[in-house]
């Protein structure tokens, strides 16, 4: 059984930061990729960032310069620090991991549960 808890979400007036953490836990052989997504209300869910575990991280147009993705594969553990936040940011905040369970097993993706972030004007 594999378990995504992420922490760090809550209420911050525009122009100010907070930091997401996710840390993946239980029967883990090898993790691919982790990243963040957010859904805000009435809105599809959608990208934030991406980091594979080599490769070039993807972030989501509307956070480039202002969030930052990273990770400590030492603790299964993905960052995401949001900087000069907008109301616009404002979403339940979700983490995936591209993981296996098993070496012959294929990778599947995992979520978490989600934590809000929410900003205000």
């Known amino acids: 059984q594999v378990q995504l808890v992420e922490s760090g979400g809550g209420l911050v007036q525009a122009g100010g930061s907070l930091r997401l953490a996710c840390t993946a836990s239980?029967?883990?052989?090898?993790?691919?990729?982790m990243g963040w997504y957010r859904q805000a209300p009435d809105k599809q869910r959608e990208l934030v960032a991406v980091?594979?575990?080599?490769?070039?991280?993807n972030y989501a147009d509307s956070v480039k310069g202002r969030f930052t993705i990273s990770r400590d594969n030492a603790k299964n553990t993905v960052y995401l620090q949001m900087n000069s936040l907008k109301p616009e940011d404002t979403a339940v905040y979700y983490c995936?991991?591209?993981?296996?369970?098993?070496?012959?097993?294929?990778?599947?993706?995992?979520w978490g549960q989600g934590t809000q972030v929410t900003v205000s004007s």
């Open positions: 239980g029967r883990i052989f090898n993790i691919n990729t």
């Open positions: 995936k991991a591209r993981l296996k369970t098993n070496p012959v097993f294929n990778y599947y993706d995992y």
């Open positions: 980091q594979p575990s080599a490769g070039t991280t």
